[in-house]
């Protein structure tokens, strides 16, 4: 089938299908829905404009978050006051970082290394994360991880997950400091902190064109400590608020998207998000983050590789 504003001929299935595994993959871990997004449109459909790519990822980016945030509040597992911090500031972030890439970006060719190399750097950092060494770090997050799991299997076993709620979060302070209960653990962080990472990664974001989990898991798992079962609920809604704010403003610089191309992805990604949050409560959170590790580093080092003429995506 022909799609003449993005200027490709693509198979509708093979959108719809593509799109499912990005809806999963980001509903499931909070990130890489971006990456994997631009990769399709990228490599696997073939659009050749730059400025279109990036908000046209965004839009997938944002799909995710309105299906699977729902799901994930329902089960408590989102750090409503985080997310809502991260997103006031990627609103600040948006507007700079599309701006920029807009204006000195608009080329496929100085677009795809900088989309490879951020991508690399970020998988390098969470392999890091997960020596041996690191893992010793945050022993009321892995407590927290193997009660959800050991709760999720007693639940599941029991016909009573409608439960789950009442292991999920719970806020006993809410304002510039905050704390909370997850699984029978505490967590503290102060609003600020969110606040700032979400201009800086909004900024990265927004000038890659992608939705920001690839930065906010990090951050959210390794800075604040988080368990990974609440990352992935607290990303999604931050990124809602930052990929509507950067998609606005490249459609308002002149930036085009393919609607019907757009209609089936995010079919797709509709589907792979109502799949995403119900399966990752049987995946171990450290599975959730080696996966995501995997991805990072097979994109990143497929576009700076392709930068020299190798091609491995």
């Known amino acids: 089938m022909e799609f003449a504003v993005a200027g490709v001929t693509v198979n509708p299935v093979l959108l719809v299908l593509w799109s499912v595994f990005v809806g999963y993959v980001y509903s499931t871990v909070g990130a890489a829905g971006g990456i994997l997004s631009g990769v399709g449109h990228i490599t696997i459909f073939g659009i050749k404009n730059a400025n279109m790519v990036k908000p046209m990822n965004q839009v997938l980016t944002l799909i995710s978050p309105v299906i699977s945030a729902p799901l994930y509040l329902k089960e408590r597992r989102l750090v409503v006051p985080a997310a809502i911090a991260l997103g006031l500031g990627g609103i600040v972030g948006a507007l700079v970082g599309s701006y920029l890439s807009h204006t000195y970006l608009p080329s496929m060719d100085t677009y795809r290394p900088f989309f490879g190399a951020i991508t690399l750097l970020i998988a390098v950092k969470i392999w890091l994360e997960m020596l ?182």
């Not at 050991?150 to 439960?163: D, I, Q, S, Y």
């Not at 990929?243 to 079919?267: H, K, P, Q, W």
């Open 132 to 313: 041996p060494s690191n893992k010793d770090k945050q022993q009321s997050v892995k407590k927290a991880n193997q009660a959800f799991e050991e709760k999720v299997k007693e639940l599941k076993a029991a016909g009573r997950l409608n439960e789950l709620k009442n292991i999920g979060v719970q806020f006993s302070h809410v304002g510039i400091q905050n704390e909370f209960t997850f699984a029978g653990e505490t967590f503290k962080f102060n609003a600020v902190k969110p606040f700032i990472a979400g201009i800086l990664v909004a900024i990265l974001s927004a000038a890659l064109g992608v939705g920001g989990g690839f930065l906010l898991v990090p951050f959210l798992s390794s800075m604040l400590g988080f368990p990974m079962f609440i990352v992935a609920g607290t990303s999604v809604l931050s990124v809602l608020i930052t990929s509507a704010t950067s998609i606005m403003n490249y459609i308002r610089m002149g930036s085009s998207l393919d609607f019907m191309l757009l209609s089936f992805e995010v079919v797709g990604v509709i589907i792979g998000s109502y799949l995403g949050p119900t399966l990752s409560k049987y995946i171990k959170g450290q599975y959730l983050k080696i996966f995501l590790a995997v991805i990072l580093t097979y994109i990143g080092t497929g576009y700076i590789l392709a930068t020299f003429g190798i091609k491995i995506i």
